[in-house]
């Protein structure tokens, strides 16, 4: 599982979210249809209760490892999916300028007992 945390420039969290919903999610939900990514979750927090401060929190609940560290199929997708790479390139760029902070967490779920 990552769990990826995004902290936008003020006024700026709903353009970013635009954003990765047109510019990156759809290459994710491909991911989730062929089965390389099991669930796809945004957060975003409903009180800001101190540190770190984030505005979106994004967990990605991957098939395995393997599936993860794919980045050459990720790649192909995204070139499938915006015919127009320029444009989607700029796009991704705004979206990464809009981003303050970005952090990413891997996790391995563990029993409880």
Same mark, same amino acid.
């Given at each position: 599982?990552?769990?990826?945390?995004?902290?936008?420039? $003020?006024?700026?969290?709903?353009?970013?979210?635009?954003?990765?919903?047109?510019? @990156?999610? $759809?290459?994710?939900?491909?991911?989730?249809?062929?089965?390389?990514?099991?669930?796809?979750?945004?957060?975003?927090?409903?009180?800001?209760?101190?540190?770190?401060?984030?505005?979106?929190?994004?967990?990605?609940?991957?098939?395995?490892?393997?599936?993860?560290?794919?980045?050459?199929?990720?790649?192909?997708?995204?070139?499938?999916?915006?015919?127009?790479?320029?444009? @989607?390139?700029?796009?991704?760029?705004?979206?990464?300028?809009?981003?303050?902070? @970005?952090?990413?967490?891997?996790?391995?779920?563990?029993?409880?007992?």
């Amino acid at each position: 599982m990552v769990e990826s945390y995004y902290k936008m420039a $003020p006024g700026k969290a709903d353009e970013w979210l635009e954003l990765y919903r047109t510019q @990156h999610l $759809p290459v994710l939900k491909q991911r989730q249809r062929e089965g390389r990514i099991l669930q796809i979750v945004i957060y975003r927090p409903f009180l800001h209760q101190g540190e770190p401060a984030w505005d979106f929190k994004v967990i990605l609940t991957y098939l395995d490892f393997a599936a993860l560290g794919d980045r050459t199929h990720f790649d192909a997708i995204e070139r499938r999916l915006y015919p127009d790479w320029d444009a @989607h390139q700029r796009a991704e760029r705004h979206r990464w300028e809009i981003t303050v902070k @970005h952090w990413d967490d891997l996790m391995v779920a563990m029993p409880a007992d």
